[in-house]
Structures are given as structure tokens and as C-alpha cells.
């Protein structure tokens, strides 16, 4: 069964800067895009930024400019480097998988990552 593993996830000032990994299985991630999400307490579950397989990517406007989505096809893992953290990036943050219509995989434990002012 496919799993997805999130870590990196921490506390951290504003200002600075955390990078997350998602390991998942091999022929999943090699053939679909893979995405970045998070929620916060309260809130949705939102999509933060998304790598295709080709390596085109797109964020939420709200991490434009702070956050950069990388993958390695060789390690099976999908980065998110965030710099430049706020107080509003605090939310449990989560991988996962799709074809451009639906989810692929069943949603992780997903990180914490909490940014303090």
C-alpha cells in the first residue's frame, strides 16, 4: 500500500525558515504531480504549492515569493523550503499525490509547523 511521510515540521520564529519532505512510493510519485497543502485550525485544507511530474510548478499567492517546491525522482521525495515564515504559515502541513482530478492517496499524519511572532 502507497503511504505518504511528512517531517520537517517545527517551531520557528517569524522571519525564519523550516524545509518539509514527503517520501511516498516510487511509481506514484514518478507519474503524477505532487502538492503541498495545508490546514489551519478552523480552516480548510488549502493547497500551498504543487510540482507536475515535468516539473512545472505553481503556488498559492499567499507563498509566492517565500516558498519553493522541488522534487527527486530518485529519492521518491517532494521538498517545500519556506523562508521568510509568518505567524499566518502556522497549519499542519500535508502531502500528496494527483492526476489532475482527484487525490491519488489516502491523507498522511501530515507536519506541524508553527510560527511564532
Known amino acids: 500500500q502507497v503511504q505518504l511521510m511528512e517531517s520537517g515540521g517545527g517551531l520557528v520564529q517569524a522571519g525564519g525558515s523550516l524545509r518539509l519532505s514527503c517520501a511516498a512510493s516510487?511509481?506514484?510519485?514518478?507519474?503524477?504531480?505532487m502538492g503541498w497543502y495545508r490546514q489551519a485550525a478552523g480552516k480548510q485544507r488549502e493547497l500551498v504549492a504543487r510540482?507536475?511530474?515535468?516539473?512545472?510548478?505553481n503556488y498559492a499567492d499567499s507563498v509566492k515569493g517565500r516558498f519553493t517546491i522541488s522534487r527527486d525522482n530518485a529519492k521518491n521525495t517532494v521538498y517545500l523550503q519556506m523562508n521568510s515564515l509568518k505567524p499566518e504559515d502556522t497549519a499542519v502541513y500535508y502531502c500528496?499525490?494527483?492526476?489532475?482530478?482527484?487525490?491519488?492517496?489516502?491523507w498522511g499524519q501530515g507536519t506541524q509547523v508553527t510560527v511564532s511572532s
Open positions: 500528496n499525490a494527483d492526476d489532475g482530478f482527484k487525490y491519488l492517496l489516502s
Open positions: 510540482v507536475t511530474s515535468g516539473g512545472r510548478t
Open positions: 516510487g511509481r506514484i510519485f514518478s507519474i503524477n504531480a
